[in-house]
């Protein structure tokens, strides 16, 4: 998909489609609303008198655009100007994209002026986001139907005059994310049968010499020489072998402390032993969700040129029954040296990640962020509208809280007080890999906490909020990227 800035009033501009946002109580009387109206004959001025427009969030009326203008005009409600933020440009974008797709088209126009409650370069950022992210679509393993093609919005053109440098700015941002965020839309999209722990790393090295980035990757021997066994516990039930997957952006100054993402890349969780229930096994093809996000929030940071360094490390396994599994009972090791009793095999991601964390807490980073799709617990907590941050630094927490906010990818923080770590005591091992059902996914982080060293780390469980209905209107239902944004507006927040 092409997304740009073109510097051209909005009024005058030629496009298939030109979607303008309406705030309650706008009138047709000045700026662009004026000159569309203008323009269209007084049309939109009957649209806002009629009441058929009346700027609430979801109004839309549909109107065919002016001579020398573009085509059609779709007018969005925004709802109350003083509640207009990133998130509701965002959606707005997302229904321009919609209209767009409802009319079959492959091109539209989106209006920068006048959505004055968001700061020229953050709206453009908030429309190419939005538009970005609503035009994507999984469609590589179905069939073209010929007779019935499906039509997608293949060019977006973000218009307006009042701050071209900004626009333009922002407008590049926001591009960069949506297409990393729809990068791991599509990896987390993939099957298992298709997206192995060698496929996936396959992608990111791929991913990784198209934009610049640094990329490193083990196999299971490689891992076995380095002591990574709790990564390697989980994979021994499958016959895919297990990659440990490595990014590096260099932009800050050499030998400054990087930070460091870390993202689960189970890319399928059968449970293994303590097999899984059958009924909506298949969702567990998203147990990758994390480590998707995290290479495609590598991908924007090359993308951008963030002036810092950063890192992001992707362990990837699947997690099967077979002769060869870890049992229930069984003691492991792992990288840095402690053993775990593993109580129950589905607990797998903390044992990846165990490894992972240990990895990354020797490379001295400044910070180090996780997110997995961790545990079922962190939707009983927290539902589908957040997810979970913990971690042994309350000032990072706070950070990505507010990361989560602007970004709209939300995350609300749990307590990590040390005696949930007391349900994690082992009678046979230094500790074991389950804490019972009581506030599972503080427990999960708990045990994550035994393997950061030293690092200042916090961890986020996005299993309630990675992928699902997809019921805003920059998604569909699958996949959701999240937390891909949280991601890089993090790492841009400490770059500067
Ligand atoms: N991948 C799952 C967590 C999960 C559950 C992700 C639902 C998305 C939706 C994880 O590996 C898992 O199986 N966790 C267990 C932990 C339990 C055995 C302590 C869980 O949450 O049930
Ligand atoms: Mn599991
Ligand atoms: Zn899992």
């Excluded at 990640?353 to 240990?358: E, F, R, S, V, Y």
């Excluded at 770590?421 to 804490?435: K, M």
Aim: proline share 4%; hydrophobic share 45%; net charge negative.
């Amino acid at each position: 998909m092409q997304l740009r800035y073109v510097e051209t009033d909005a009024a005058s501009c030629s496009a298939p489609l030109l979607a303008v946002g309406v705030v309650e109580g706008a009138d047709a009387g000045s700026g662009l609303l004026a000159r569309l109206d203008e323009a269209l004959g007084g049309a939109v001025a009957r649209a806002l008198d009629s009441g058929d427009m009346r700027g609430k969030r979801g109004d839309e009326v549909r109107l065919y655009g002016p001579e020398g203008g573009a085509d059609r005009v779709v007018l969005l409600g925004l709802g109350k100007a003083d509640e207009v933020d990133a998130e509701a440009v965002r959606r707005m974008a997302g229904r321009a994209v919609r209209a767009a797709e409802a009319f079959r088209l492959e091109g539209l126009a989106i209006a920068l002026d006048g959505l004055d409650g968001v700061a020229p370069e953050a709206r453009a950022q908030a429309l190419a986001e939005g538009a970005g992210l609503a035009a994507w679509r999984f469609d590589e393993l179905k069939a073209e139907k010929e007779d019935d093609p499906v039509v997608s919005v293949i060019s977006v053109d973000l218009v307006g005059t009042d701050d071209a440098d900004a626009y333009a700015r922002g407008a590049m941002t926001g591009a960069a994310i949506a297409r990393g965020a729809n990068f791991a839309r599509t990896l987390q999209s993939r099957p298992g049968n298709v997206a192995t722990p060698t496929a996936l790393a396959d992608e990111a090295v791929r991913m990784a010499g198209a934009v610049g980035l640094e990329a490193t990757v083990f196999d299971e021997a490689r891992m076995r020489e380095e002591g990574m066994h709790a990564l390697l516990s989980v994979s021994r039930g499958s016959a895919e072998e297990a990659r440990f997957i490595m990014l590096e952006h260099r932009g800050g100054k050499e030998g400054d402390p990087p930070l460091i993402l870390v993202g689960k890349g189970l890319t399928f969780d059968a449970g293994g032993i303590s097999l899984k229930p059958p009924a909506g096994m298949e969702e567990m093809k998203f147990d990758m969700s994390g480590g998707a996000a995290v290479i495609g929030a590598m991908q924007v940071v090359a993308e951008i040129g963030v002036k810092a360094n950063v890192v992001g490390l992707v362990p990837s396994s699947e997690n099967l029954p077979s002769g060869t599994a870890t049992k229930p009972g069984d003691v492991i090791s792992s990288l840095a040296g402690k053993t775990i009793e593993v109580i129950n095999t589905d607990a797998e991601g903390r044992l990846i990640l165990a490894d992972a964390l240990t990895w990354g807490s020797r490379m001295k980073p400044k910070a180090m962020v996780d997110c997995a799709t961790l545990t079922g617990s962190v939707i009983i907590a927290l539902g589908h509208h957040a997810a979970a941050v913990m971690g042994n630094d309350d000032a990072l927490v706070e950070e990505l809280r507010a990361a989560g906010e602007a970004s709209g990818e939300r995350c609300w923080p749990l307590p990590l007080w040390k005696e949930y770590r007391e349900q994690l005591d082992s009678t046979t091992a230094d500790l074991q890999n389950v804490g019972g059902r009581p506030g599972g996914s503080i427990t999960a982080a708990a045990f994550l906490k035994e393997f950061v060293g030293d690092a200042t780390w916090a961890h986020l469980d996005i299993a309630g909020t990675a992928y699902g209905e997809g019921k805003l209107p920059y998604q569909r239902k699958g996949a959701l990227g999240f937390p891909t944004r949280l991601l890089v507006e993090w790492v841009r927040s400490r770059a500067g």
